[in-house]
Each structure stands twice: as C-alpha cells, then as structure tokens.
C-alpha cells in the first residue's frame, strides 16, 4: 500500500513539473514574440530590425541650433528602441574622423554626421564603404569627387534659405532709392551652410546695383564671435552710416544675438537703425523678433531626428531611402508676430 501511494505521489510530482515546463516555455515564447519589435511605438513599417546600432557624430556644441539638433537625434532615437552611439567632435574634423573610425570598429548598421567642414572626408568614407556600413549626411553637405562615398543627406536647403533671406530684403526697400549697405556676419568657413548662405544671398541681391556687401565679419557660429565682430566693427565709428539704409545679414541666430546686444551697448537700436536678418529661428530670435530688435528671421529646421531613425531603421533593413530629404522651411517678420512658433530654446 505505502509503495503504491509513493508512485501517486511521484506520478503526481512528475505531471506537475512537466506542466510547470510547459508553461514557463509558452510565456517566453509569449514574451519574445513582444519584444521581437524592439521598441513599443514601432509601427509596421518600423519593425525591420529588432536592434539597429547608430553612430552619430555631432559637429560640436556652437550655438542653440546644434543643442536642438543633438537633442532631437537623442530623444529619436530613445523613442525608436535604436542604440545610439553619440559623440560631440567639439568643432574638430579630426575629431570626427576618429568618431566614425570608431564606429567602423564597432561594426555599427548605420554611420550618420553632420560634417564641420566641406571637404578632407574621402578617405574614411571610403573605409566605412569598404565595410559596408551606409553613412547618411545630416544636416550638413561634403565636397568631393567620388561616387557613392554615402547613401542620404538629410537637412537644409542652405543656398535656398540665403536666397529667401535676399528676397525679404529686395522686397522690403523696393520703393526706397538709395544705397542699402550690408554687413555679412559669416558662419564657419568651409562649412556647407556658410557657402550656400552666402551664395543664396548673393545670387539674389546681384539683381538690384542698390544693394552692396560692404563688410564681411567672420563668427564662426558662435554668439561670443558675433558680439566681438559686432564690436570690431563699431569701434571704427563708420557703422552704422549716417544716409542710406545698413543691414545686417548674420548666418545664424546667436552670432545675430551677440551683434545685437553690442550694438545695444554702442546706443544702437538693432531692427531700427540698423535691419538686421538672421537664420534658424531659435527661440531667442523669435523673442528678439517680437521685440522689434530682428526683422526677418529665415527658419533653418534642427528637429531631423525622428526622420534619421526611419532612414537607419530601412538601411539596417537593407532597403533603399531617398537620396535627398530637404526640411520644410519658412521665413518669419514682424507680419507673423500672432504665428510664431513656441520653441524650447
Ligand atoms: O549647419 C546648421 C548651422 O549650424 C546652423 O544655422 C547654426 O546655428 C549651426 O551652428
């Protein structure tokens, strides 16, 4: 009798584990099949890959417009389940050469940057095509001869935000008739923006011989340089000029913003004695904008990082992306004011 009760018990043991067994197999299978996708918002067209590694190499930190941009690529891709790889190359080509020689190494899906400067990118790209790893442009272009060295830009369209900085200007003192001076407050040199700014700009006020390019300032981007150029230029006394209309057309928001409070501290009242035109649309024009101190603000759009997970997602996948993705972009005056978007910085 003991025995036979002894093999119920063992019986019993047995059919419950096997159970247990079976159960705990059925609830990982379960599990897997949910985290398969990598990450919750992932819609169909986003499952591609479970895992997709980025590297992404940031130009450095010079102005609002580049902490938006490094903001948005990193909040994309936390949002997205991708794993970024994220180096600040602190204005360094060099810098940014070993960063995607390090992402080479890591065997990332997919390479991304924002290149400092036109042109020095052959070799590594070549090294990165030589692995196979796609490397997408954002925001900023390259110069070079060779085919295929990468697969996307993704960004501006710079010499077209020049232009429509041009066109506001043409068409703002269309009736005036005398001479409209103008102070060109440049951007890094050798870097895509700068170029296309410049030569949107140029192109356009080429058409009316009222319209002159008297000075040429170099800032680099950064508020501080635009301040110091700023105040280079007005301890000369010849600026603003006495007749005439002076402007002042700066590549970006924070070297507009530094020059403006220069002029402030020489006495000069900026969107009044002096126009003045500026490119980003940051938070601090927009607030300048309003307080009559701007007068035409060209957006340039740093929010791209949603749109740089998609192309990382289809490259890890293997599929095609479009060679070219310009943003959508406007331009803001004092007839916007009741519009005007509201932006974190
Ligand atoms: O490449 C985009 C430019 O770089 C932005 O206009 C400027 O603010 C930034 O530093």
Redesign the pocket.
Known sequence: MQILGGMRVKKFLTASLSLFALLTFVLCITAWCFTYRGDEEAGPENAYESRVVLGFAQLGA??E??SSSSLSVREAARKRGIELMFVNARQKQENQIKAIRSFIAHRVDVIAFSPVVETGWDNVLQEAKAEGIPVVLV??SIRTEQEGLYVAFLGSDFVEEGRRAGRWLLDRYADFTGRVRIVELR?TEGAS?TRGRDEGFREVIARDGRFEIVRLLRGD?MRSRGREEMERLLSDGRFPSVDGVDVLFAH???MAMGAVEAMEEHGIRPGRDVVVIS??AQKSALDALRRGKVNCVVE?NPYIGDQLMDLARRLAAGLDVPALTYSDETVYTADDLENLPSRPW
Do not use: H, I, Y
Request: net charge negative; aromatic share 14%; charged share 45%.
């Open positions: 010079e102005s417009w580049r925001d900023r951007g923006p981007f970006n928001d924070d490119v980003d340039c």
